[in-house]
T-cell receptor, first 113, second 114 residues
């Protein structure tokens, strides 16, 4: 099965950089997702990593180390609208497709002026 | 517009009264899934489907049923709802193939069972 750990809450200042960590234990690795969820809304896709290393997408970057079972989401130039929960998720299916997705409990990020 | 729709968005019901939450997607996705989200527990998968007439249990299937008679629709059925099924429910869909694909989520259904 999957076990995913993320910090429960974080606070950061507008304009700063914040790193949200995620550690996981899984029986068969098939990549790792990050989703953003604003309060009362549906999760929306941010990134997917299947190979080790850093992937950059605008102000957001995601890093993966498969040997360490570790990922982080890096948010730069924080804006007030980045206040949201950030969910780390790991598929349990191997081979074709992501059959069953296990989510971490999410990290609630508060951006303060 | 590509989207996942759910109905109803809000529902208050009583214990034991059967209900169905509908989910529909217009992206021709093979994969569809239902999740529930509870404070302190996060998103947990209830059931998923990889294609028409193919469904499987997620982490918390007890008390729920699903069906996939058409590719676009994936209703969630609570035959005899109980108060512990009070939750925020999300339907999601994605492509299915080599590698993994992002899931598109519906807007959510907030269910209260009294």
């Amino acid at each position: 099965g999957q076990n995913i750990d993320q910090p429960t809450e974080m606070t950061a200042t507008e304009g700063a950089i914040v790193q949200i960590n995620c550690t996981y234990q899984t029986s068969g690795f098939n990549g790792l997702f990050w989703y953003q969820q604003h309060a009362g809304e549906a999760p929306t896709f941010l990134s997917y990593n299947v190979l080790d290393g850093l992937e950059e997408k605008g102000r957001f970057s995601s890093f993966l180390s498969r040997s360490k079972g570790y990922s982080y989401l890096l948010l730069k130039e924080l804006q007030m609208k980045d206040s949201a929960s950030y969910l780390c998720a790991v598929p349990s299916g191997t081979g074709a497709g992501s059959y069953q997705l296990t989510f971490g409990k999410g990290t609630k990020l508060s951006v303060i002026p | 517009e590509a989207q996942v729709t759910q109905n109803p968005r809000y529902l208050i019901t009583v214990t034991g009264k059967k209900l169905t939450v509908t989910c529909s997607q217009n992206m021709n996705h093979e994969y569809m899934s239902w999740y529930r989200q509870d404070p302190g527990l996060g998103l947990r998968q209830i059931y998923y489907s990889m294609n028409v007439e193919v469904t499987d249990k997620g982490d918390v299937p007890e008390g729920y049923k699903v069906s996939r008679k058409e590719k676009r629709n994936f209703p969630l059925i609570l035959e005899s709802p109980s108060p512990n099924q009070t939750s925020l429910y999300f339907c999601a869909s994605s492509m299915l193939g080599l590698g993994s694909y992002e899931q598109y989520f519906g807007p959510g259904t907030r269910l209260t069972v009294t």
